[in-house]
């Protein structure tokens, strides 16, 4: 024996000490590597020794004999389904059904077996389509385990087995998405023969949808409301029959069928193909069931057809609202409709003089609403002048002329800074769209908020308006490329104290980074802006590179919390490029405690392989 040599190494210690240090991964693989032993002299001595080890090193070695597949390694598979631990036999009988155990193999492994290791089994039979011994099991398992678990066996039997048995299990099946995603005529059969079950067979049905719609089609008849499962289903069903569809929709579900359009995208979509004589139908029946819903559900209905087709529709909707005298959703459903048609109801729902029809007036032609809406700017109440400057620049969006816009932003001057309904205010001017925003209309919002900024005795009040109308700007100036426009934006989020709510990240159309980088870069020479866009724009300051550079340059220079937050922001995600990446210089004693998980990634450890661990 040579001098030096140890005596008390058991079989597995050197494989352990070598996958000890590795990552799961790696380790997996280091195991699989070991398939090699298949059939040797070393493969039983390691198996039997890791299965007399604790939980992680019989782990490891059902890991091997899934890996060696030779005689011992059944075996040791088949001992751990046995006397296993819960954790570790559900794994082995899944590993013995796949390796092809037979049936009188399995119900022996699973004599003593709790109910989730026979559950794993189960799933194992059908994971792996094993058919022949599904049929052999199912009638065994029902004697000896109850209908349930013999039930649950039927996805993966032959079609002749589950004919002959569904209807005695069919109580018990715990699936029928499953078995009607592998029997779909045979769910179908059954469901025909007990239409009075249809509820509970829905996810089997849903699954049979795609194989014979029309036979769906024809047990919806009998359903008065239509199930999530099959509601899912409904494009596929309007797809292969949509005459006999809608039929089902108008009648027996027509009082839900206002929910399938508000819930439904492919109801919605599959509604255009249809004529207007159906359509106007399908808008009687949604404004006839909707109730308090009926302004959602018609707006959605409206929406789902082209603008074109929007006045027959809307018609029928308005002479369903006047014979029942429910008008009061009519209103918001004008912004849908065609221009001319817009203005056309407008005057006719909007009686001049009258105080509460006054947003009426902003779908009017803006020469028309003009006059109209002035007067409440010129009120001494300063909501009604907040509100009538809201009503001028939303009648101005929807005009569309340059022009039109910049007279009505005219009127942001007699809105009081310090009054109510500045939000009201700042909603029309965010949702101002991109291609009506020119750059002399910029001046006049960053005028605006730069006077909300100064009128306050504590401008946090004004917040949430300043950053809407920020945003907007900053949406405006990277949708058109605009640097005059983003500027603006920039220099409100630059001027503003406090953190800004409101993420950016959203707003950054891919291929605009660099753009952004460069109209940032005035900016960044300071550590609080900085923070403050690294923190609006999350995930994306990595694709800015002058952002990522200052965020960098704030880690090295700044001091105390600055320097905290700018850490943090350094090391969230996206980072595998920048996580090796240490400061210049150690971190201050009073921040080094409370910086230490943060700062922990970029440290010179992040570089070794990872620690050890089970």
Known sequence: MMRGMRTDMRPADALLAEVEPLAHAERRRRVADLRRLAGGRDLVP???DLGQRGPYERGLALALAAAARDEASREHIAVTARVGPLGLAGPAVRLAVRFGAGAGELLDLLADASAPVRKAAWSAVRKHRRDGLADALVDRVAERWGDAEAASLLPACRPAAVASRLEALAPAVPSWRLLGRAH????????????SRLRTLAPGLAEAAHRSPARVVALLEHLDDLPAPLAGKAGVLMDAEPERMLRVLLGPLRPRLWLLIVNRRCVRTRLRRYG???LAAVARAVHEHAGGARGPA?????????????ERLFAAVRAAAEADG???HLDALLDLLP??????????NAPRGIERNLPLFAHLPYAEARPLLEGMTHREDADARARGAALLIRCAERDG???TLSDALRFLHRVDPAGPSLDTVALALYGLPDAALRAEHA???????????????DPRNAMPAVDRLAAGLVRTGLAREDPAVLERGLGLLHRRPGPVAQRLGHLLPRGRETFLSDALAPHLGDHRFTLLFANLLGRRTEDVPSLRSALARTVDEAEGRTRDTAITLWLAPPRPARTPRRPRRPPPAPAAAGTRRAAAPSSAASTRPPPAGR
Request: net charge positive.
């Open 46 to 48: 390691l198996l039997v």
């Open 443 to 457: 001046a006049a919002v960053e005028h605006f908020a730069r006077r909300l900024l100064d009128a306050r005795e």
């Open 326 to 328: 429910a008008r009061a």
């Open 184 to 195: 779909p005529d045979l769910v179908l059969d059954h469901a025909e023969r007990a239409p």
């Open 401 to 403: 002329r340059p022009e």
């Open 276 to 278: 207007d004589d159906d």
């Open 339 to 348: 221009r001319p048609l817009r203005a056309r109801e407008a005057r006719r």
């Open 298 to 310: 018609v707006r959605s209905l409206l929406r789902a057809v082209p603008p074109g087709r929007r």
